[in-house]
């Protein structure tokens, strides 16, 4: 398919996973960038975030992550220091961030990446959790 889809991942994520697969069962074959091998550099990062509308702080993943324990979430932190905590560690960006000629989306919950293609997977269609996103017609349910 000539619709270029890249994916920035983390195959530990669930969500990140959920729309993955959401992505190839619709028939796409995206890039697939594991962020936490690749790395971030800031430009990456600060192009990504705008074309995204997200500031550092929107992107900032807390759970799971250390966040906390590296001061990122008191109040005064401004964005160069998230954005070099996050080159630092990669974790901290939340996931997954999908780019295709649609936009580019921050995609959480997973079914927002539908938002971002041209077809939908033939249904039906769940995530892992069991939860329905194409029924069986292949229409959108949430």
Not at 45 to 69: D, G, I, Y
Not at 109 to 127: C, N, R, W
Request: hydrophobic share 40%; net charge negative.
């Amino acid at each position: 398919m000539t619709f270029p889809i890249v994916i920035h991942h983390n195959p530990a994520c669930g969500t990140s996973r959920n729309v993955l697969d959401l992505i190839t069962a619709a028939g796409y074959t995206p890039v697939v960038i594991d962020y936490q091998t690749e790395g971030w550099t800031r430009p990456q990062l600060l192009a990504l975030f705008a074309a995204a509308n997200l500031t550092p702080q929107q992107a900032l993943r807390v759970s799971k992550t250390p966040a906390a324990e590296l001061g990122l979430t008191q109040p005064g932190v401004t964005d160069d220091q998230l954005l070099d905590a996050m080159i630092a560690h990669p974790i901290l960006v939340n996931r997954p961030i999908v780019c295709t000629p649609k936009g580019v989306r921050l995609c959480r919950p997973s079914e927002s990446v539908l938002d971002l293609l041209d077809q939908f997977p033939p249904g039906p269609f769940a995530k892992e959790d069991g939860a329905l996103i194409i029924d069986a017609k292949g229409n959108r349910v949430v």
